[in-house]
């Protein structure tokens, strides 16, 4: 795992950030934001609703042309490494009535093959994203999951971690809102 603070240059990121953040960026609800509905949940987590928004899907062959918007970012990490991008995503988190600093979403995987995940913030909150011991390996997955880090969204700041480590988001207790983007990809 790593974590790194100021990915972008200041001006770079503050575009993209008014964009995505802006009242004309289209979100889309979802009614689960980590599994399919009706999937299990393990103890201490769960399940809430969203809003995203897909950039771009390999395997859905979407290609948004909003993704014009993130090119910096993407640029950023091709340069790092070599990224042959699996699926791109915004996802929108908000303050849930009832939700505690405690509390988790759903531990998951994006994709159950070798990939790399991240996590990029787009705004300041307490919607920490929480990364657990286990490791996919195959089906059915562990009934029971140990936390080994959390990390709090700051502006500007992008988690790159192994897709098969477990992990999952938590909605803000004391912010409004969690803005991040989501990419998966293949190391080249």
């Known amino acids: 795992m790593l974590v790194i603070d100021d990915f972008l240059p200041e001006q770079q990121f503050k575009t993209m950030q008014s ?3 802006g009242d004309n960026f289209p979100w889309y609800f979802v009614p689960t934001v980590s599994r399919p509905p009706g999937s299990y949940i393990p ?3 769960t399940e809430t609703f969203g809003w995203f928004h897909n950039f771009y899907s390999k395997e859905d062959n979407i290609n948004s042309p909003t993704i014009e918007i993130i090119k ?17 995503r915004a996802s929108l988190k908000t303050h849930l009535k009832g939700f ?12 159950d093959f070798p990939h790399m995940s991240v996590i990029y913030y787009l705004n300041e909150s307490d919607g920490d994203t929480w990364m657990f011991n286990e ?3 195959s089906f059915p997955e562990p009934d029971e999951f140990t936390v080994a880090d959390r990390i709090t969204p700051k502006p500007n ?4 971690f192994n897709g098969l480590n477990y992990h999952t988001a938590s909605n803000p207790v004391n912010s409004n809102t969690r803005f991040i983007i989501n990419i998966n990809y293949i190391q080249g």
């Not at 700041?157 to 790159?160: A, F, G, N, P």
Request: no cysteine.
């Open 43 to 45: 103890p201490g987590a």
């Open 135 to 137: 490791v996919f390996e």
């Open 19 to 21: 964009s995505l953040l």
């Open 72 to 88: 910096p970012l993407l640029d950023g990490i091709q340069q790092r490494d070599n990224a042959d991008f699996i699926r791109i």
């Open 100 to 111: 505690t600093e405690n509390d988790y979403n759903l531990p998951h995987v994006d994709y």
């Open 157 to 160: 700041r992008l988690l790159v």
